[in-house]
């Protein structure tokens, strides 16, 4: 029951103080681009700028209330390999190889990730840029009979943007069970013919 209310503690107070920051730096990105020259935000994609701002700030709200969770998971590793020391060397020499491997998976998987994010992020300013564009000229747009052709283009930009958002998932998805499938086959079929 104290592990419970100690968790349910830690989470309440992580979340609070992620939120607060989150509040915090979006004032300051508002503020800043209240200060700035009516010439430098029109050169600015307002799509990108609002999808950007957005996501940034609640990146760094996610991070903030899983840097709490991380930093107990790391405590316990450190812990838990403390123990298996001195329980049993062995063990925990085994287990101490194991975190460079999940750290270098984690690299890896970074390296494939990023790229995909930062695409979707870009698709993502697209698509708010056009709705933005929409809403601002829906007189003209409507004036001009041009509902259908708006309506076509922000499908086609948000179909690319859920596409971006899919295809690194589906492709690690299917890449690895592919890769288990067949090793499992393969492994079936030598022990059968041993």
């Known amino acids: 029951m104290a592990i419970f209310v ?5 989470r309440y107070r992580g979340g609070k103080v992620a939120l607060s920051v989150q509040y915090e730096l979006r004032n300051a990105m508002h503020d800043h681009l209240q200060a700035m020259d009516l010439a430098t935000l029109n050169r600015m994609p307002t799509g990108q700028l609002v999808s950007r701002a957005n996501s940034d700030s609640t990146l760094v709200q996610g991070l903030l209330s ?9 405590l316990l590793l ?9 329980l049993s060397p062995l063990l925990a020499i ?8 999940l750290l270098l998976v984690s690299y890896r998987m970074r390296q494939k990730i990023f790229p995909a994010t930062w695409d979707a ?3 993502a300013g697209d698509v708010a840029q056009i709705v933005d564009e929409d809403v601002n000229g829906v ?10 052709h708006e309506l076509g283009r922000i499908v086609g930009v948000a179909q690319r943007l859920y ?7 589906l492709s690690a998805s299917h890449s690895d069970s592919a890769r288990g499938v067949a090793r499992e086959a393969s492994s079936a079929r030598v022990s059968r013919s041993v």
């Open 121 to 123: 992020l870009q698709r």
């Open 139 to 148: 007189r003209i747009v409507k004036a001009f009979g041009q509902e259908k």
């Open 66 to 74: 899983f840097f709490l969770i991380m930093s107990g998971n790391v």
């Open 6 to 10: 100690c968790s349910c503690i830690r």
């Open 163 to 169: 596409g971006s958002q899919m295809r690194p998932r």
């Open 78 to 86: 450190l812990l838990s390999l403390g123990v298996m020391i001195a």
């Open 94 to 101: 085994v287990s101490i190889l194991v975190v460079p491997a």
